[in-house]
């Protein structure tokens, strides 16, 4: 059974940084990406940063050059460094993987497996 477990959310003033992680336990195959999405109150849940075999990356508008997406393929560890966080950053933050390996940021119904979400809240 494929279980994506997050960690690392929490709250911080705007200008602060968090490192989110997203551990996968009971995934066989070496192909397949990765990537974290967000859900605001009241929003439509959005894609973030996306990951490749190779790290290749690909990010949002709203979080380039703020946030770095990144995995440890010896730890089945996906990460999401967050820095210089907004207010408007605020938001439940899942991981989710994909079978198809070559998605890089694609839709949220492209992904087979949801981590349970960690609440990142950015006070200003």
């Known amino acids: 059974q494929v279980q994506l477990v997050e960690s690392g959310g929490g709250s911080v003033q705007a200008g602060g940084s968090l490192r989110l992680s997203c551990q996968v336990f009971g995934y066989a195959y070496s192909d397949y990406s990765m990537a974290w999405f967000r859900q605001a109150p009241g929003k439509e849940r959005e894609g973030v940063a996306g990951?490749?075999?190779?790290?290749?990356?690909r990010y949002a508008d709203s979080v380039k050059g703020r946030f770095t997406i990144s995995k440890d393929n010896a730890k089945n560890t996906l990460y999401l460094q967050m820095n210089s966080l907004k207010p408007e950053d605020t938001a439940m933050y899942y991981c989710?993987?994909?079978?198809?390996?070559?998605?890089?940021?694609?839709?949220?119904?492209?992904?087979?497996?949801w981590g349970q979400g960690t609440q990142v809240t950015v006070s200003s």
């Open positions: 990951i490749i075999s190779g790290g290749v990356t």
């Open positions: 989710a993987l994909t079978y198809r390996w070559y998605l890089l940021l694609g839709n949220e119904d492209e992904y087979n497996y």
